[in-house]
């Protein structure tokens, strides 16, 4: 069912090789140091935060937890892997890596980051460093602490995903969709959100940390707040609707999913039934040379004819669109770039230089606004809320007469909807990670 990921890593490096020396070439330097990371501590305070690698780090190799680490690369040589393993009897130190990639690389282990200084090779040579800047390497000789023009050609480059990182989404696909599964039957068996979240982290096999972003897992009114934060300890209490967007990670790359289900019959399931259908559509347009723009403003007609049907508000799409009516009730982007961070870099990016292609006018929070290519992941996200402070907003702007308030106000207890797929772009019909992922979670349980 699964791609062998250690049979698709060496094709994965030559391609970021290739990439890379093309970038070190082009703005002159004759290497790369790429910095794992290290946590931060809180202010006063000899407890860390939660360490996040650096995604340069995790592309090129499969370690998502090792602090105070350097892949060294010049091109022609074997790529170099500063593995740094504290002799530390206060926390468990990194395990010695194993697996087919390391063949592909020449490990050097470090009890001391200051190791890397000679390994690295700086003298005579102008190496770039990338990732996140420390004190220490002050004295230390890099050409160039993450040089923009370089930066910007990796993060243009990247949105093209390898047969490997796809096959890593694919398998963050399936663990994420575990966790969905659980999660909707705890919610139907009456588990309050908290107790929701952690059913969908035992079966992900995530903590809260190491998932590419923190759940959004939000009951009725909640589920109008864009990025709900809040985890609700009570179980009592009607439920009515149940918005969760959780996602889980694969060797340092990202599934971002979105679900939303109706306690029971009625109109708000219809609607729901409406945005499953709209969405859908919406993953269909995905498709190599398609300004993802396009798709931005496809998914406010539809959303505004959805609302239309169900009576909510009183005018057609382009009326709606047009007004800013739609984005009352769609007021974010239809969805970015995924892979090594979950809004991944380089959306907006018109080619290689940094330069960007504009936003449409008077839709602030898109986060891509590139034509698709064969392996760009995108999600397609559309959502359509009762939010009370766009609501009043849009009231006072002279929208007053285009909403039904009767309808809202039937409407706003459930909060909201939105659903979120994952979909890879290739050269004829997109493969949707998400949806995918679902069906083969059926066939297991048909088993
Ligand atoms: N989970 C964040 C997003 O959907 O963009
Ligand atoms: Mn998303
Ligand atoms: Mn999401």
Not at 199 to 217: H, K, S, T
Not at 341 to 357: T, W
Not at 383 to 393: E, N, P, T, V, W
């Amino acid at each position: 069912m699964h791609m062998d990921i250690d049979e698709l890593f060496p094709a994965h490096l030559s391609e970021l090789r290739r990439r890379i020396d093309l970038a070190l070439a082009t703005h002159g330097f004759d290497g790369v140091a790429i910095f794992s990371g290290a946590a931060g501590y809180s202010f006063l305070d000899d407890r860390s935060y939660p360490f996040r690698v650096n995604p340069h780090f995790a592309q090129w190799v499969p370690l998502t937890d090792l602090q105070q680490s350097f892949v060294g690369y010049t091109p022609g040589a074997e790529p170099l892997l500063c593995f740094h393993q504290p002799a530390d009897y206060w926390h468990r130190p990194p395990s010695l890596p194993s697996g087919d990639w390391l063949r592909q690389f020449r490990l050097e282990v470090l009890r001391d980051p200051g190791q890397a200084l000679d390994l690295l090779g700086l003298a005579g040579r102008r190496i770039a460093f990338v990732g996140e800047w420390q004190a220490a390497f002050e004295d230390w000789g890099f050409a160039a602490i993450n040089p923009a023009p370089l930066l910007h050609q990796l993060h243009y480059d990247r949105a093209v995903k390898t047969a490997y990182e796809l096959e890593c989404m694919r398998r963050a696909s399936d663990m994420a969709v575990r966790g969905h599964l659980v999660a909707r039957d705890a919610f139907a068996a009456g588990a309050s959100e908290f107790e929701t979240h952690l059913a969908y982290c035992a079966a992900v096999g995530q903590r809260d940390e190491e998932l590419p972003y923190g759940n959004i897992i939000a009951f009725n009114e909640g589920a109008a707040v864009l990025h709900y934060q809040h985890l609700d300890r009570n179980s009592t209490g009607p439920r009515r609707s149940f918005l969760i967007d959780a996602g889980a990670q694969f060797r340092g790359y990202a599934a971002d999913i979105t679900r939303t289900y109706a306690a029971a019959d009625g109109e708000f399931a219809t609607l729901v039934g409406g945005m499953d259908a709209l969405q859908r559509k919406l993953c269909a347009a995905v498709a190599s040379g398609v300004d993802y723009r396009d798709i931005h403003l496809l998914a406010h007609r539809e959303i505004a004819g959805l609302l239309r049907d169900a009576g909510v508000i009183r005018c057609g799409p382009d009326e709606a669109l047009e007004s800013g009516l739609s984005s009352v009730f769609f007021p974010h982007g239809i969805g970015h770039l995924l892979g090594l961070q979950v809004h991944d870099v380089a959306g907006l990016a018109r080619d290689p230089s940094g330069a960007e292609i504009p936003r449409p006018e008077g839709h602030p929070f898109l986060r891509l606004t590139r034509r698709l290519e064969p392996g760009f992941v995108v999600t397609i996200e559309p959502g359509l809320y009762f939010i009370d402070l766009l609501l009043d907003a849009a009231r006072s702007a002279g929208h007053g007469g285009r909403i039904n308030w009767d309808a809202v106000e039937r409407l706003r207890p459930y909060g909201g909807i939105r659903i979120e797929d994952d979909v890879a772009c290739t050269p004829g019909e997109p493969e949707n990670l998400t949806r995918d992922a679902f069906a083969r979670s059926e066939v297991r349980d048909d088993k």
